[in-house]
């Protein structure tokens, strides 16, 4: 009896440890890509200034969304296994969005090192512009659902039996 109760105590110990790692490795993760996502979002905001107001350094304004867009990629899809899967999705869409921003600022750039303008030229930069828009409009709508999926996973985490401090004295009570 004595000795199945040890070994129930060390399964128990063995998954307590595993999840604690598990879930310190995931909230690593989403503390990088929140990071990330207010980057990004900074960075729309930056360059929908330069849509619309004084002008600015076009370049480095493109520039660093550019760099935010590629930084928010590779936090997304290098942790993707790590992630829960509504978390996920949510940063997917602000990374899909962002990804169109990216795009269509490919596309203006092309179309404005023509020099002169066609009158399609001009009807497709205006369709590139409204596409930013809409795009950096979403990008911004997209970042409080993901801040609330990244909350109820970790509020389900804590319901779970994930909490440090709760997984800290089953660990001591398992030793015991």
Same mark, same amino acid.
């Given at each position: 009896?004595?000795?199945?109760?040890?070994?129930?105590?060390?399964?128990?110990?063995?998954?307590?440890?595993?999840?604690?790692?598990?879930?310190?490795?995931?909230?690593?993760?989403?503390?990088?890509?929140? @990071?990330?996502? /207010?980057?990004? %979002?900074?960075?729309?905001?930056? *360059?929908?200034?330069? !849509? #619309?107001?004084?002008?600015?350094?076009?370049?480095?304004?493109?520039?660093?969304?550019?760099?935010?867009?590629?930084?928010?990629?590779?936090?997304?899809?290098?942790?993707?296994?790590?992630?829960?899967?509504?978390?996920?999705?949510?940063? @997917?869409?602000? /990374?899909?969005? %962002?990804?169109?921003?990216?795009? *269509?600022?490919?596309? !203006? #750039?092309?179309?404005?090192?023509?020099?002169?303008?066609?009158?399609?030229?001009?009807?497709?930069?205006?369709?590139?512009?409204?596409?930013?828009?809409?795009?950096?409009?979403?990008?911004?709508?997209?970042?409080?659902?993901?801040?609330?999926?990244?909350?109820?996973?970790?509020?389900?985490?804590?319901?779970?039996?994930?909490?440090?401090?709760?997984?800290?004295?089953?660990?001591?009570?398992?030793?015991?």
């Amino acid at each position: 009896m004595e000795t199945l109760l040890q070994d129930l105590r060390t399964r128990d110990s063995k998954e307590l440890f595993v999840h604690r790692l598990q879930f310190e490795k995931e909230f690593g993760i989403y503390n990088q890509l929140w @990071k990330a996502v /207010l980057t990004v %979002a900074r960075s729309a905001r930056e *360059f929908r200034m330069l !849509q #619309s107001g004084p002008p600015q350094p076009a370049g480095d304004i493109m520039n660093r969304f550019c760099d935010a867009y590629n930084k928010l990629t590779r936090i997304m899809y290098d942790n993707r296994p790590f992630y829960c899967p509504n978390v996920f999705a949510r940063g @997917k869409e602000i /990374l899909d969005r %962002a990804s169109n921003v990216h795009t *269509f600022i490919q596309k !203006q #750039s092309i179309l404005e090192n023509h020099g002169r303008y066609s009158d399609q030229q001009v009807e497709r930069l205006v369709e590139i512009d409204l596409h930013i828009e809409e795009s950096l409009d979403k990008i911004n709508a997209g970042v409080q659902p993901l801040c609330d999926a990244i909350g109820a996973r970790i509020r389900s985490t804590t319901a779970s039996g994930w909490d440090r401090s709760q997984s800290e004295e089953d660990a001591s009570v398992a030793k015991e």
